[in-house]
């Protein structure tokens, strides 16, 4: 019967070590969903109105995947001054009805519209993915 109690401690201190070790584990996999959900996330815009110099942000949400055509661009929108540098991707626009758009390295185009006037947009691909490129389309 002695040999009983210290049986019974060591299994303790199995049980004791793999509930510590499930612990990190179950950590280890609720972070995993959390950046699965951030890198879901929605991209980032600055609006300036031209003529007023107003500006406004807030988040562009994913449209599509990067596979899906652009849609055709009337000749009454022009466009200047493009910008693309690491996740950001910026224009200069002027139309009637128009929208900003901005493909990212995560498998996502990010759009924001419509406009109608003359806007510098300027979209941040979220979690600091690359901009792959970028684009107005409309009238």
């Known amino acids: 019967?002695?040999?009983?109690?210290?049986?019974?401690?060591?299994?303790?201190?199995?049980?004791?070590?793999?509930?510590?070790?499930?612990?990190?584990?179950?950590?280890?996999?609720?972070?995993?969903?959390?950046?699965?959900?951030?890198?879901?996330?929605?991209?980032?815009?600055?609006?300036?109105d031209l003529s007023s110099g107003e500006s406004t942000s807030g988040t562009a949400q994913k449209a599509s995947g990067l596979d899906a055509a652009v849609p055709a661009t009337a000749d009454s929108l022009s466009c200047w001054d493009a910008y693309l540098y690491g996740s950001t991707f910026a224009v200069s626009c002027s139309g009637n009805h128009f929208y900003v758009f901005v493909d990212c390295a995560n498998g996502y185009r990010y759009i924001y519209g419509p406009l109608g006037g003359s806007y510098r947009v300027t979209m941040t691909c979220p979690n600091n993915y690359r901009a792959l490129r970028g684009g107005a389309y409309g009238s």
């Open 1 to 48: 019967m002695k040999f009983l109690k210290p049986l019974g401690v060591l299994l303790a201190a199995m049980l004791l070590a793999i509930g510590m070790s499930g612990g990190p584990a179950a950590a280890a996999v609720a972070a995993g969903q959390a950046n699965a959900t951030v890198a879901a996330a929605d991209a980032d815009y600055t609006v300036t």
